[in-house]
């Protein structure tokens, strides 16, 4: 007789290893639009860098927080405490 098991119900193995995966995956691609902004702010707006716009802000305010919160995601580790265990 076969058993069935419920499609929800994986092995703790298979869930650690879904898991990894999916943030591996989650890493890479914050990494590559990292490096992205990086070439972006180098080729298009490398003269803007040290000024300042009309309000008196930096010139690459929206880049720079672009380009630093894609540093943060792919830096980010899911650590000891998170939402759920998959």
């Known amino acids: 007789m076969k058993s069935y098991v419920h499609a929800g ?3 703790a193995a298979a869930r650690k290893s879904m898991s990894r995966r999916v943030f591996n995956d989650r890493c890479f691609r914050a990494a590559v639009i990292a490096i992205d902004m990086l070439f972006a702010i180098g080729l298009v707006h490398g003269a803007e ?3 300042r716009n009309q309000t008196g802000g930096w010139a690459l305010e929206l880049q720079g927080m672009f ?3 894609a540093v943060a995601i ?3 580790g ?3 405490y998170r939402v759920n265990d998959r």
């Open 74 to 76: 792919a830096l980010i």
């Open 67 to 69: 380009l630093s919160a």
């Open 49 to 51: 860098f040290f000024t």
């Open 9 to 11: 119900a994986r092995s």
């Open 78 to 80: 899911p650590g000891h």
